[in-house]
C-alpha cells in the first residue's frame, strides 16, 4: 500500500471511530425529525444541529482556518497531508467533546442562545468537511485573505443567527448579548 492510501484509510478510520463515538454517545444518525437535508438555517428548528449544514459550519471553517495556520506555524516541516490528517483529528476530537452531556449542557444553557441538544452523526460529518474546507481555503489564501474570510464569516454569523465565536463566547462568560 502506498502512503497516499495509507493516509487516506487513516482519514477514513478518524471519521469512523468519530462516528462511533458518537453512536456510544446516542447520538442519532441523522435527525429524528423526520427529515435529511443538505442545510437548515434555522437554529430554532427541530434540524438544528441535526442536518448535514447549518449556520455553525461557518464557524467549523474558520475552525479549520485556524488549524491549519497554528499547525503551519507549530509544525512548519510537517508534510500538508500530515497537517490536514493533524486538522481531521482535531475535528472529530472536538466533535466528540461537543457531543459530552455535560459540554451540551453548558451550550444549551446558555442565556440568549438558541437550544442545543447535541448534533447528529450527519451533521458531525458535515461539521469535519467544513472543517476540512477550511483548512484548505486558508491553505491558498494569502494571510490577509485568511483574515479577511475569518471577520466576514464571523460577521455573516452573527447577523443570521446572533451566534458565532464571539457572541457564544460572550454568552458562556456570563455577558448578556
Not at 494569502?142 to 464571539?166: M, Y
Request: a negative charge; one cysteine or more; glycine letters at 10%.
Amino acid at each position: 500500500m502506498d502512503s497516499a492510501s495509507v493516509q487516506v484509510a487513516v482519514g477514513v478510520a478518524i471519521l469512523v471511530a468519530m462516528a462511533l463515538v458518537l453512536d456510544l454517545l446516542g447520538r442519532p444518525l441523522v435527525c429524528e425529525c423526520g427529515t435529511v437535508a443538505w442545510w437548515d438555517g434555522d437554529p430554532y428548528s427541530p434540524g438544528a444541529s441535526q442536518q448535514f449544514a447549518d449556520w455553525y459550519s461557518a464557524l467549523h471553517v474558520m475552525f479549520g482556518m485556524g488549524l491549519f495556520v497554528f499547525l503551519h506555524r507549530m509544525r512548519p516541516h510537517w508534510p500538508t497531508t500530515w497537517k490536514l490528517l493533524a486538522t481531521i483529528a482535531s475535528s472529530a476530537v472536538w466533535e466528540a467533546m461537543e457531543n459530552m452531556p455535560f459540554v451540551i449542557a453548558i451550550f444549551g444553557n446558555a442565556a440568549g442562545a438558541p437550544s442545543y441538544s447535541g448534533d447528529s452523526i450527519l451533521n458531525a460529518t458535515g461539521d469535519t468537511v467544513f472543517v476540512v474546507a477550511g483548512f484548505f481555503l486558508s491553505r491558498f489564501l494569502p494571510t490577509g485573505g485568511t483574515v479577511a474570510a475569518l471577520v466576514v464569516l464571523e460577521i455573516a454569523v452573527a447577523i443570521a443567527i446572533r451566534d458565532g465565536f464571539v457572541l457564544g463566547s460572550l454568552r458562556l462568560l456570563g455577558f448578556a448579548v
